[in-house]
């Protein structure tokens, strides 16, 4: 399923991008990875398919090691606000030389973000949330749209089935609720069991 909404979603893009392409040329490219170093907010969805998706691919000590780098960043943010963890601008644990690991499953929120200018994005990170960083709007609307589409849709879907647990529709911080996940070898089917529980890995939204 979540496969499917980011092909929705890259597809709407490229039919905005060239209809109403960017003013300027978008700075994001292979190896910047400012914006790999706040707080990722996702969805019970997103987390379940970058899980499943390195369950699937890793070897058993790649997967290990990366359960140590998870718990390490989540030992240091747990709890954290938003505005709390970028101060720390430590680098999401998915990031291997300064490259996302997971980039065709990344969350929404990921792909929403952008830039025109890789200096702005410095010094977002250097001086906080204040600062503004120019952006192209239809890839940032467009990809928030789908995953807050997608989460709802799935909490509608658990309370018409009378499906009880975490509601689809709550947000959680990503390592925290990758570091439940992975403990789990089948956490798609744990979730659906009730076995896995995200609640400890809910983001504090301000």
Request: aromatic fraction near 4%.
């Amino acid at each position: 399923m979540v496969q499917g909404l980011i092909a929705v979603g890259d597809t709407t893009l490229a039919a905005l991008t060239a209809n109403d392409p960017p003013a300027e040329p978008l700075a994001c490219g292979e190896g910047c990875a400012y914006c790999c170093r706040v707080q990722v907010q996702v969805s019970i969805i997103e987390v379940l398919n970058i899980a499943h998706g390195l369950i699937e691919k890793l070897s058993v000590d790649d997967l290990s090691a990366l359960k140590s780098r998870i718990a390490v960043v989540d030992d240091q943010t747990h709890g954290m606000t938003h505005k709390e963890r970028g101060v720390l601008a430590l680098p999401c644990p998915l990031l291997s030389d300064e490259r996302c690991s997971v980039y065709d499953t990344r969350p929404f929120v990921c792909r929403a973000a952008n830039s025109v200018d890789v200096e702005q994005c410095r010094i977002m990170l250097a001086e906080g949330a204040n600062t503004q960083v120019t952006s192209y709007e239809h890839q940032k609307t467009v990809y928030a749209t789908i995953g807050a589409a997608a989460a709802a849709g799935l909490a509608d879907g658990q309370r018409a089935a009378g499906v009880e647990g975490d509601p689809g529709g709550v947000v959680l911080e990503l390592a925290s609720a990758l570091r439940l996940a992975l403990a789990h070898a089948d956490p798609i089917t744990s979730w659906v069991d009730g076995a896995l529980d995200f609640t400890e890995a809910q983001a504090q939204r301000l």
